[in-house]
């Protein structure tokens, strides 16, 4: 199933010109009122919010002289879609008055959201929508304009989609927990991943440096997992305990735990917590290892925020890039299952702008993740690292 039907899993309803299409995953060709019954305002009102960034509520703004309000209006939301005048092309149909326009769209945007947000271009003049066709083979869509005033000119808006992308796009970025090298397939997968990828190193584990070396060379960002009280990690099998963040530690001794960590995983990007729910419920300590973080100009990432957590607050209070990790990925799950769920993490980028998920190793999930890379540019999500989510300062967002 393609992200873009995901808004609704059978039927897209779309409110155009007074009307509402019905959208399956086939060929499109609807009256406007056929569906008026049969689909609830819930739906419309979904669809009205996830097109409210494309200026569709605008009357035209820009008057181009040659061009009718209506043919202002198409080239206002073409120009929205990242489509200068100059590459918009007019003509007049033989044997017709009818106007047709041609222009080649970036991808990254759902097939119905297009659509709607070219159909707004009604507003404000004497226009409606008469016809929709979008072909099932993917090669864009037709919409067709008639006016109620019999002088004006019928108007075929033809979109196909351009090679390019949009260059505003929602992002996605995955950590990969508590990596580790080994020489298998899964290893081999996850580093030669064509995408952008963080790895979350724990500094204890054997072999640390060179996992990190190793993952920059392969252009992975690295993230050092700090254990934090409650630690979660048990011990190592020759028995050692790996350096754990308690509440109760001195300053220099939180201060002394992050500088080895800093050693032991030399390319580190930023930080996140392994445990250490209670431990980001204090503000003193919280304060502490921020500010050490802070100083080597790095990042923090929560996982598992609770209601108490103080971890937001801080980093806001002292400027620390923060995020927190909107969704974990259990590594048993199989291929299928993991498509379905990187799906539904797409839909929350869509929505707000970014997502952090995060798993661990496991072949099913960076399988998923290789198979669904092409749907997830189709819709607008690039997979971005992390630092290219919670830095916007530094211009990556």
């Known amino acids: 199933m393609r992200i873009r039907y995901i808004l609704l899993p059978a039927v897209i309803a779309l409110c155009v010109g007074g009307g509402i299409y019905v959208f399956t995953s086939g060929t499109y060709r609807h009256s406007l009122s056929a569906a008026r019954e049969l689909i609830p305002e819930s739906v419309a009102a979904l669809i009205r919010r996830h097109g409210a960034t494309g200026g569709a509520e605008k009357a035209y703004a820009k008057k181009r002289p040659g061009h009718s309000p209506m043919e202002n209006n198409i080239l206002d939301r073409l120009a929205l879609l990242e489509i200068a005048d100059s ?17 080649a769209v970036p991808r990254g945007k759902p097939v119905e959201w297009l659509v709607w947000h070219l159909s707004s271009a009604t507003s404000g003049t004497s226009y409606r929508v008469e016809d929709c066709f979008c072909p099932s083979d993917d090669r864009g869509c037709a919409i067709r304009f008639t006016s109620s005033e019999p002088h004006q000119p019928g108007i075929h808006l033809t979109v196909s989609w351009a090679s390019r992308y949009f260059s505003a796009t929602a ?61 979660l990690i048990p011990r190592a099998p020759d028995g050692r305990k790996p350096p754990c963040i308690m509440l109760h530690y ?63 607050a801080v980093a806001d209070r002292i400027s620390l890039p923060f995020g927190t990790i909107g969704r974990s990925v259990d590594s048993a799950m199989d291929v299928s299952r993991a498509e379905e769920l990187i799906r539904n993490c797409a839909m929350e980028a869509q929505k707000r702008g970014y997502v952090i998920i995060s798993s661990k190793a496991s072949v099913s999930f960076i399988r998923a993740l290789k198979k669904q890379l092409p749907v997830l540019r189709q819709n607008g999500i690039r997979l971005s690292y992390v630092s290219e989510i919670v830095t916007p300062d530094k211009g990556k967002k």
């Open 87 to 103: 590459s918009v092309s007019f003509r007049q149909l033989p044997d017709s008055a009818a106007i047709e326009i041609r222009a």
């Open 250 to 312: 001195p300053e220099s001794r939180v201060r002394s735990i992050i500088d080895g960590a800093a050693e032991a995983v030399p390319d580190f990007a930023g930080f996140s917590n392994f445990g250490g729910t209670r431990a980001l419920e204090d503000s003193r300590l919280t304060g502490i290892l921020f500010s050490e973080i802070k100083k080597r100009h790095g990042y923090f990432i929560e996982d598992r925020a609770t209601r108490k957590s103080v971890a937001s």
């Open 171 to 231: 992002k996605m970025a995955v950590i990969i927990r508590d990596f580790g090298f080994a020489a298998d397939q899964k290893t081999i997968e996850y580093l030669s991943f064509p995408e952008p990828l963080t790895v979350a190193l724990l500094p204890s584990r054997k072999l640390a440096s060179w996992t990190s070396r190793i993952s920059k060379e392969y252009k992975k960002e690295i993230i050092i997992l700090q254990p934090m009280e409650p630690c």
